[in-house]
């Protein structure tokens, strides 16, 4: 069992900068691939950015460049660097974990974090 814990949501002007947190708590988390979500008003929940248990990265094209994925094993932890936010990134964000060889068995979401960017 791992829980999921997000931090550092809030609100930001466009152009600004959020870095979110996911706190893990069980052992092994290491041996999970992870990532982050985000759903907005009205619309279904999309990918933002993946990270496996060996680092390798991927990202949405409308966060390439902006955001960074990244994460501290050590710590049970995984971050979201967001930069040069838009109004379009408001949404609630999630973190997702799941088990790197049985992910449809090992698969948990935390319980999401609001960022608004907004003037």
């Known amino acids: 069992q791992v829980q999921l814990v997000e931090s550092g949501g809030g609100l930001v002007q466009p152009g600004g900068s959020l870095r979110l947190s996911c706190a893990a708590s069980?052992?092994?988390?290491?041996?999970?691939?992870a990532g982050w979500y985000r759903q907005a008003p009205g619309k279904q929940r999309e990918l933002v950015a993946t990270i496996t248990s060996r680092g390798r990265t991927n990202y949405a094209d409308s966060v390439k460049g902006r955001f960074t994925i990244s994460r501290d094993n050590a710590k049970n932890t995984v971050y979201l660097q967001m930069n040069s936010l838009k109004p379009e990134d408001t949404a609630v964000y999630y973190c997702n974990a799941r088990h790197s060889l049985q992910p449809g068995r090992y698969n948990y979401w935390g319980q999401g974090t609001q960022v608004t960017v907004s003037s």
């Open positions: 069980g052992s092994s988390f290491s041996i999970y691939d």
